[in-house]
């Protein structure tokens, strides 16, 4: 089974990604659709030899065009939704099925296909707007870096069911799809690209001059050690803020930096709840939207010819 195919390729392209790698002959090429008859992006392909089976693997994040395209085993016959469905076990389908005991229905993981090699860990929040986020692990290159492609685990199921919504919906120039995954995805794929996204609290009452060694030293009060400090930049033309958000290590952290509400930074009674990067990603936002309009020139009217 291919999977990330470009909804524009056609069997032709598929023969050719995999010719390389295989001895035998390709059967047949099924392209799997969706209830309106578009192309989902998954393409079953049937080979002539158990050989060329295991060989295609080795194509495993082999590129269709600009494309990242996995490759894995599949169950003898390609479920509901391909051109040619076939009843009988059918030799030489990329051998083993993957399985999971796991109903993917009460899965909080969801897998992301198409990103920008640009993008970012704001941009997927973004994209998911008010979902919250939890952590991303992005798929890595054979060669070192993010492909396009990661698993996002949100803070509940009913949210990565809400994540959904999002398939085939754009970032930037590119579409993206989005699927759901076993919640051990998230673990398994590439460790070492792993995003954290939990740990947050927000700060409220700030001074305006407040230094990031000024919020170490409010929380070394309490024992807790930030990894990550945001504070959130004021709007032009309106009073500021004085918010800011902070990133911790673990949960545990997290409970003993609670421990610093309406403690003081100088004079200031500061005020400290929990919070998430999704809740940090939306302020941030608002303030940089309101610093791009005011950078806008002024309308200017025009009078009438007489």
Known sequence: KLVGVPHTATEKDVREFLAECIQGEITAVLFQHDQ?????GTVFVLLSRESDALAARSKHRGQISSRWVEVYP??????????????????????????????LRFSPVVKVIGLPFSASVADIQNFFE???????????????????????????????????????????????EVYTSPSDTILTSDANAMVN???????????????????????L?????????????????????GEGFVQFADEATVVAALAADKKTIGTR??????????EYLLANNR????????????????????
């Open 36 to 40: 309106m008859r578009r192309p989902t």
């Open 74 to 103: 599949v169950t003898p016959a390609p479920p509901a939704g391909s051109e040619a469905p076939q009843s009988t076990p059918l030799p030489g389908m990329m051998v083993q099925p993957i399985t999971t005991t796991e109903d």
């Open 130 to 176: 008010a979902l919250v986020i939890e952590h991303i692990n992005w798929v890595q290159r054979p060669k070192g870096g993010n492909s396009d492609r990661c698993y996002v685990m949100f803070r509940s199921v009913m949210e990565a069911q809400r994540a959904l919504l999002k398939h085939r919906q754009h970032m930037g120039a590119r579409y993206l």
């Open 197 to 219: 996204l939990t740990g947050f609290v927000r700060m409220r009452g700030l001074p305006f001059k407040v230094t990031n060694a000024d919020i170490v030293n409010f929380f």
């Open 221 to 241: 009060q309490v024992q807790a050690s930030p990894t990550t400090i945001f504070v959130i930049p004021n709007i032009p033309g309106e009073k500021p803020r």
């Open 269 to 278: 009674w500061i005020e400290v709840c929990k919070s998430t990067y999704t």
């Open 287 to 306: 303030v940089q939207a309101a610093k791009a309009a005011a950078l806008q020139p002024p309308l200017q009217l025009q009078q009438a010819q007489p």
